[in-house]
C-alpha cells in the first residue's frame, strides 16, 4: 500500500543501577518478586548473592551491579 505505515510500540520494564538506566522487553520477563531471603552458596563468583527457593525450584540470585563492574550496591 502507498503511504500506509504500521505503528508497532514496545514495551519495556526499566531498571536503574547506580546511575544507569537499563530496559528488558516485557514479553522477555517472567515475573517481578518482592524481596526474598537469600540463602548463601560458597565458593560462589562474588555477583552470584546466592540462591532462593521460588516454588520449589533453586533460582540463583545474581547482583547485576557486580556482574557489570559497576559499585556494588546497599543491602536491603
Do not use: H
Request: aromatic share 6%.
Amino acid at each position: 500500500m502507498r503511504g500506509a505505515s504500521i505503528e508497532s510500540s514496545q514495551q519495556y520494564v526499566t531498571f536503574s543501577l547506580g546511575e544507569e538506566l537499563f530496559g528488558v522487553e516485557v514479553n522477555r520477563t517472567r515475573e517481578i518478586l518482592s524481596l526474598t531471603p537469600v540463602t548463601k552458596v560458597p565458593q560462589t563468583p562474588d555477583y552470584l548473592l546466592g540462591v532462593i527457593n521460588l516454588r520449589g525450584q533453586v533460582v540463583p540470585v545474581v547482583d547485576m551491579r557486580l556482574k557489570l563492574g559497576l559499585l556494588a550496591g546497599a543491602e536491603t
